[in-house]
Structure formats: C-alpha cells, structure tokens
C-alpha cells in the first residue's frame, strides 16, 4: 500500500493509513527523501496516527527517514502516536530519540510554522 504524501507550502506530509508492510515502509522512505529534493521541502510531517504496534523495523525506518531528510535540509516531525504503542516502543527499548515528535497533526504542524488557510481569510 502506498502511503499518501501531501504538500503544504514547503512541508510534505505523510499519512499513514493502515499497517505496512517492511517493503510499504521502504517505498515510503524513497518516495519521501526523493519528493523532499526535487519539492524543496524544508519540513516533513510522519503521521502515525492509525498505527497501533509500531516494531522495530518500523521504528528504525522511521527513523531513517528523519535522519535522511535532515540531512537533505529538511525538519521531520513524527505525529498521533498513540499510547498502547508508545508505552510498547518504551517496553521494548525502542525511541524516535533526537526526532521530534507531538501529539497530533494540527500541533505538528504548528511547530513548522504552517497555518492552514481557511476559506474567507482576509490576511491576504
């Protein structure tokens, strides 16, 4: 299953919509590093909401890709984890350790600086 990968002005926002598997998670991390060169993307939003396990193949593939898109110019932020699979990732050893994470799409994307717009605002 491919995941969707949205842009919001300068930040690529991928959601994830149902489990993956080993190779989804790998097609994720090409398409997001690749999108985040030829896009210009200075951040990009991992949303995991729908996610109750993550493993650890998971995990480090997550973490691959903020380490990558960092290193291509780009802020990750990791968003919606849910508490049964944080309290899990905690029991297992498992961490998103130097990669920024919040609690929800809205917040995530508040600490990149992204407003969405809304229909009939005036602050043209």
């Known amino acids: 299953m491919r995941v969707p990968i949205l842009k919001i002005g300068d930040v690529l926002i ?3 919509q149902g489990a993956l598997t080993d190779s989804d998670l790998e097609q994720l991390r090409d398409d997001l590093i690749d999108r985040v060169g030829r896009q210009r993307a200075r951040g990009v939003v991992l949303d995991v909401t729908v996610l109750d396990v993550v493993d650890s193949f998971a995990t480090r593939m997550l973490r691959t890709i903020a380490q990558s898109a960092r290193l291509r110019g780009a802020r990750t932020l990791i968003v919606g984890v849910q508490p ?4 899990a990732m905690v029991e297992l050893g498992l961490s998103f350790e130097d990669i920024e994470t919040s609690l929800d799409l809205e917040e995530g994307l508040a600490l990149l600086g992204v407003r969405p717009s809304v229909d009939g605002d005036d602050d043209r």
Do not use: L, P
């Open 14 to 16: 991928a959601s994830i």
């Open 84 to 87: 049964d699979v944080a309290f």
